[in-house]
């Protein structure tokens, strides 16, 4: 069995995600999306979808991005 990173569960099914030449273990998805999910630099929620992405910056939608003056995105359709 291995542990979770983020909730220190030692879990049977535990799972690994390989990014950026790192190896992360987790029990959930949830653990793993709190862990490796970008953070909106607006509204501070967590980035679940494809969000928008300016200069290493993050947003969840064009709204927030434009709150922070990225005029230039706009949201996917």
Request: net charge negative; glycine share 10%; hydrophobic share 40%.
């Amino acid at each position: 069995m291995a542990v979770c990173e983020v909730c220190g569960n030692d879990y049977e099914y535990t799972f690994e995600v390989r990014a950026a030449g790192a190896v992360h273990i987790f029990d959930s998805f949830e653990c793993a999306a709190q862990r490796m999910a970008p953070i909106c630099e607006n509204c501070g929620c967590r980035i679940l979808g494809h969000g928008l992405q300016a200069e290493g910056r993050f947003f969840c939608c064009a709204s927030c991005a434009r709150m922070q003056g990225r005029m230039e995105l706009a949201d996917s359709v």
